[in-house]
């Protein structure tokens, strides 16, 4: 096989499928390490465009972009930065658009997505438009919590980044190839990325594959900036490397054979109607997901949303009892627990791993009565 054709047929296939205008593709070996580059070329697209000013980064609370030293900065959760000194300068924060948490007594779901935007804007203008280069998001945000974005959010965050020249990096690392019911979280939600992150299901997993795919208007701002220095100075020995290319490629091909995104939209509903048919137990405060992705948030009280003591670890309990029942499941901060199957999982299976969740509530429902937590 020639290695270079493969890159280039697994590129033309990453920009055939793209949302992003003209994308060019960078590769790499993880996640993480591709939200760094992408910090890495927001910096040095303003120095190109002589804005040496504008480098700070928004995130959002709860995201989760990675843990290197950047892309954990990136990320908006306690663990990722609790005595590893992050964030490093420069990396701010703003709202979790979790509408459920975060929304105000009576607060309707747009009123709060509007507060959302104009609190970023706020951010902006405090800090100064012409010091802030990117704004980074996960369609739907996954180890925060499975956080699906309240109606209009991103129709109203959108304007402002371009209101203010700042770009828009979207990360699919766990919403890319499928999982939303469209082949990216961006087609789901109608974002524009100027650039955006893809690992994960770009080799479903079995090799390590990362790509940074940038928008051809990006795209040219930074080649004319290496014109001038006579390098582009960043490249690793793995960028490129053919074998998980050769991966990704036959990946990406077994998808559209499989029409993993018609398979998604079959069985999503199934599985949604599965977990917010759980809503009704004593033990969810809330159910959400969308497509093949989905979680429980695990309160002690309703009526409040008041949650239980960490140390109890009731969803980590919960957690144990479904694996032992026959599903695994995944334990995340706040105690939530996230549902993400395999993309080419039945109905059956699906009415399957729901029995064993439920089986796994009544474990955990008795268990807290048994130690007196509700
Ligand atoms: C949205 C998102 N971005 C980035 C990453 C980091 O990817 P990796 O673990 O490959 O470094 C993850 C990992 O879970 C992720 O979910």
Redo the contacts with the bound molecule.
């Keep these: 096989m020639n290695e270079l054709l493969t890159i280039a047929e697994l590129i033309e296939k990453l920009k055939e499928i793209s949302p992003v205008p003209a994308s060019k593709v960078l590769f790499g070996t993880?996640?993480?390490?591709a939200?760094d580059m992408q910090i890495k070329l927001s910096w040095y697209y303003n120095n190109a465009r002589g804005k040496r000013e504008k480098k700070k980064i928004i995130s959002r609370q709860r995201a989760?972009?990675?843990?290197t030293i950047a892309?954990g900065s990136l990320t908006g959760l306690a663990f990722a930065h609790t005595d590893f000194d992050l964030p490093i300068a420069r990396i701010l924060h703003t709202d979790c658009p979790h509408y459920y948490r975060g929304g105000r007594p009576g607060e309707s779901e747009e009123a709060f997505a509007a507060r959302l935007a104009g609190s970023l804007e706020e951010l902006i203008l405090r800090e100064g438009p012409d010091t802030v280069a990117a704004f980074f998001a996960?369609p739907v945000m996954?180890?925060g919590g499975v956080i699906v974005p309240p109606a209009t959010y991103f129709d109203r965050v959108q304007p402002i980044l371009k209101k203010y020249e700042i770009l828009f990096v979207v990360?699919e690392?766990?919403c890319g190839f499928g999982r939303t019911g469209h082949m990216f979280g961006s087609q789901t939600f109608d974002l524009k990325p100027d650039i955006m992150?893809l690992?994960?299901a770009l080799s479903a997993g079995y090799v390590p594959i990362?790509a940074n795919l940038v928008s051809g208007s990006v795209y040219d701002v930074l080649l004319t900036q290496s014109d001038k220095l006579g390098i582009f100075g960043h490249g690793y020995t793995y960028s490129s490397h053919p074998v998980p290319a050769a991966v990704a490629l036959e990946t990406l091909k077994i998808y559209q054979e499989r029409d993993i995104v018609a398979q998604v939209r079959r069985v999503g509903p199934r599985l949604q109607e599965g977990i917010r048919g759980c809503s009704d137990h004593p033990l969810i405060g809330e159910a959400r997901g969308i497509g093949l992705i989905g979680a429980v948030e695990i309160v002690r009280d309703k009526a409040t949303k008041q949650s239980f003591d960490p140390k109890a670890g009731v969803a980590a309990y919960l957690v144990r009892r479904a694996q032992h029942h026959g599903a695994i499941l995944r334990n995340m901060p706040g105690d939530i627990v996230a549902f993400s199957p395999p993309l080419v999982i039945s109905e059956a299976e699906i009415d399957e791993l729901m029995g064993c969740f439920r089986r796994a509530l009544d474990d955990t429902w008795a268990m807290v009565k048994e130690k007196g937590l509700v």
């Design positions: 993880s996640g993480s390490e939200n989760y972009h990675g843990v892309s996960e996954g180890a990360d690392v766990i992150t690992a994960k990362s």
